[in-house]
């Protein structure tokens, strides 16, 4: 949990701690616990926003982050209990014997221990630690690509790997990234790790994105694509409106577990 802000307002400290704890929340929600009106709150997070305290959604404040990556180690252990009903969800939406691509990423790990119970997938990806989880069942067919591998992750990135991926065209791409941005831009940390994804949702004839409520209050530098690509979202909690918006816009289906 990040560490006490002291900003001089006892209420604003209290947002913010509340905002800090949950990753996000309604001003609804934030009213009631401060005993104060939903207009009162409104004009909290905007000042609050412009001191980069708080992230200002419609309907809501998210936490404020910076676009630098948590450790990769870190991850493995953030939010896990969502990222496990994401990916029995996730599973659950795709069919036996088909093929699928795998991104890099902690979410994605648990998403391919979830996958085990189906069979005779086809699966593409630039993980190793994907690879690992599913190599060893029988009926799957488990590729990877050559290119540089990062000691971090385990993920496979390169001109090499792009390649590679780009002679494959299949039935599900499974993927996260590292924020949503209230316009429905889909942002990550690594330009490297991008671009393999990028390739990835060109070829992928259904787009599944999963990505725990807290990837909507933070901040990423490098662009992914748009919501509007995407098939469905996979999370844990309603969206912030604006967000909302785009998946309804763009006749996106939006998957709560």
């Given at each position: 949990?990040?560490?006490?802000?002291?900003?001089?307002?006892?209420?604003?400290?209290?947002?913010?701690?509340?905002?800090?704890?949950?990753?996000?929340?309604?001003?609804?929600?934030?009213?009631?616990?401060?005993?104060?009106?939903?207009?009162?709150?409104?004009?909290?997070?905007?000042?609050?926003?412009?001191?980069?305290?708080?992230?200002?959604?419609?309907?809501?404040?998210?936490?404020?982050?910076?676009?630098?990556?948590?450790?990769?180690?870190?991850?493995?252990?953030?939010?896990?209990?969502?990222?496990?009903?994401?990916?029995?969800?996730?599973?659950?939406?795709?069919?036996?014997?088909?093929?699928?691509?795998?991104?890099?990423?902690?979410?994605?790990?648990?998403?391919?221990?979830?996958?085990?119970?189906?069979?005779g997938l086809r699966v593409i990806t630039n993980s190793l630690r994907v690879a690992n989880v599913l190599y060893q069942k029988n009926d799957f067919n488990v590729m990877v690509p050559g290119g540089k591998l990062r000691s971090?992750?385990?993920?496979?990135?390169?001109?090499?790997?792009?390649?590679?991926?780009?002679?494959?065209?299949?039935?599900?791409?499974?993927?996260?990234?590292?924020?949503?941005?209230?316009?429905?831009?889909?942002?990550?940390?690594?330009?490297?790790?991008?671009?393999?994804?990028?390739?990835?949702?060109?070829?992928?004839?259904?787009?599944?994105?999963?990505?725990?409520?807290?990837?909507?209050?933070?901040?990423?530098?490098?662009?992914?694509?748009?919501?509007?690509?995407?098939?469905?979202?996979?999370?844990?909690?309603?969206?912030?409106?604006?967000?909302?918006?785009?998946?309804?816009?763009?006749?996106?289906?939006?998957?709560?577990?």
């Open positions: 949990m990040p560490d006490a802000v002291i900003v001089g307002n006892l209420r604003h400290e209290k947002l913010i701690k509340e905002v800090n704890d949950k990753g996000y929340v309604s001003v609804e929600e934030l009213a009631e616990l401060l005993d104060v009106s939903a207009q009162t709150i409104r004009r909290d997070i905007k000042k609050l926003s412009e001191q980069k305290l708080v992230v200002r959604h419609h309907g809501g404040a998210g936490r404020s982050s910076s676009v630098v990556n948590l450790d990769y180690a870190v991850r493995q252990v953030s939010e896990t209990e969502e990222k496990e009903a994401i990916g029995a969800a996730i599973a659950e939406h795709i069919p036996d014997n088909s093929s699928v691509f795998i991104s890099i990423g902690t979410t994605t790990e648990i998403i391919a221990k979830h996958l085990l119970k189906k069979q971090t992750n385990g993920g496979i990135v390169g001109s090499t790997a792009l390649e590679f991926v780009n002679h494959f065209r299949v039935d599900y791409l499974i993927t996260s990234c590292g924020s949503i941005d209230t316009d429905g831009t889909l942002l990550d940390y690594d330009f490297n790790e991008v671009v393999v994804v990028q390739s990835m949702m060109k070829t992928a004839r259904n787009v599944f994105i999963a990505a725990d409520s807290t990837k909507f209050s933070t901040t990423a530098a490098v662009e992914v694509g748009h919501i509007k690509n995407a098939t469905a979202l996979f999370t844990d909690a309603t969206p912030p409106a604006d967000i909302n918006m785009q998946l309804t816009q763009h006749g996106v289906k939006l998957v709560i577990v």
